[in-house]
């Protein structure tokens, strides 16, 4: 830069009004390398060998396949989804237990959100939230005891392949690049799973991956989930077993993008007055202010994984069913009915949920990012939405993206663009309703000021 | 009789600068690192491209910002002192690479 340059360049400066004065303020922060996708992962409740999976599920001296008992549909193979969606089991009319539910996560640390009692958020106003109906008619299948699959499945209902009983086969489907289709030896189960992958878009003929969800009747751990010849999970409990293998569909779909694509640990939703990029870290609140959006009117573009091509500023749609954690659920009463698997027994704790059953028809396909929210829940802080300078919206960008070992530099140029485009803000919250009206509003007044 | 010396910053190579709306933010590739400037740390960076002087940086802050010179020369080094122990500028003494003659 020559001498005449630098002062034009720092006269400018000076008319936007920079000023030397003080010391210069650097902050400096390490970016995390992701590997990892889930919030939270799956840790405990089962065991992740990685050797041979008939070995690894049980005797070594099992036969290296099953026989009729495996994966049949028996009487306890339903156990999580029908103490789930069971009238008799269902809770969210007894306040004994809801209370009891809200103590322990309280105890627990996480995310109670507007605390105290639930009756007391519908009174409020959350009832837009919370109530609705939500079952689908997949799910009501499952009510039926041993289902038959919602969808055509390709090959034969019942058939042996690699020496198990498989019951139930679904077609391909990918997330991202990653191409898969699924098989269980419960055909119940079977169509559960279905209905939480189902959203994903279906491709024709050949996947890369099979995913498997075996139960393997008396034999303990007696359910197991594969991705390919890799034992993801044998466990006691199936619903571990099927949350290992969403988290592995994930995984699978960031490692066959990332380096191609920016990939954000994030979410995305949008209304006609634009699109809101939601970041966090885990725990933020992303799902479950994503979850309240989408049932306030919001379409769902995508949680968990928020991929861009480089240089856009279009989230591409992953519509994943949603997980809620523990301690939001008892924000989504209705979502007992229409629940797809729960994890009651693991440190997940997680509810997954399809999308059509937080709000039918919500899926949506992406659209420019017009607002950048990052999330904090703070149970003692007063619920505040307020603007927050491009520079930490990106440095929030680049912490929560999917980069392999490193971030590499288009992935930060890309970074930059997005944080470029859109104004960001920062969303403390203790309480979802009024955060959920914040940024309805502010999405609202973003949308009429970008109106010519 | 003091030494004359010609200190020339120079940007690491794998930093990558981002401009936004207010201050700046670069980003360390090889160590996977973020450091994000306030408004005048990030014009200032931008004076920092191989070529010019320390010298001729704090004469064009005295000139255009109307800071005094011990002010602006105080900040330059702060922040030369900061982002060298970042490792993401170098500062070379020109005066004592050059060629003789």
Known sequence: ????????????AAAAGVVIGGLPAVRTFDLPAYGWVGSPPIRSGGTTPTNDPVQAVGDPSDPPFASEQDGGAGSSALAVPTRAVSPASDSSTDPRVLGAELGRTGAQGSLPFTGGDPRRAVALGI???VTGTAMTRGLQSHRRGPAVASEPRLGHPVDRIDGVLWRYETVARAAFGFTYRFRATDPAVGALVEDLVRAFPRVPEHAHSW?????????EPRFASYLDDDVLLATSDQSLAIAAMLSAIDRAGVASIVGDRLVLHAAAVTAPSGTVLLLGPSGAGKTTMTAALVRSGFGYIADEIVAFDHGETTPQPYHKAISLKGSSRWLFPDLRNALGTA??????????VPIDAIRSGAR????????IVELRYDAAAVTTLEPMAGRDALASIVANCFSGDRLDGESFSSASTLAGAAPAYRLVFSDLVPACRLVHDAIASAGRAGTP | MSERRALVPTPAGDVRLARLDIGAVLYDESRGRLHILDETAAVVWQLFDGKTTVDEIVSDLVDT???EEHWARHYVDALLGQLGDLEVVEVTDMASVRPPG
């Open chain 2, 65 to 67: 910002l109307r800071a």
């Open chain 1, 211 to 219: 995913l498997s969800l075996r139960d393997r009747g008396s034999r």
């Open chain 1, 343 to 352: 994890s009651d027994a693991g440190s997940g704790q997680l509810w997954h």
């Open chain 1, 127 to 129: 009832g837009g939230i």
């Open chain 1, 364 to 371: 949506s396909e992406g659209a420019p990012i017009t607002m």
């Open chain 1, 1 to 12: 830069m020559d001498r005449q340059t630098r002062r034009q360049f720092l006269r400018r």
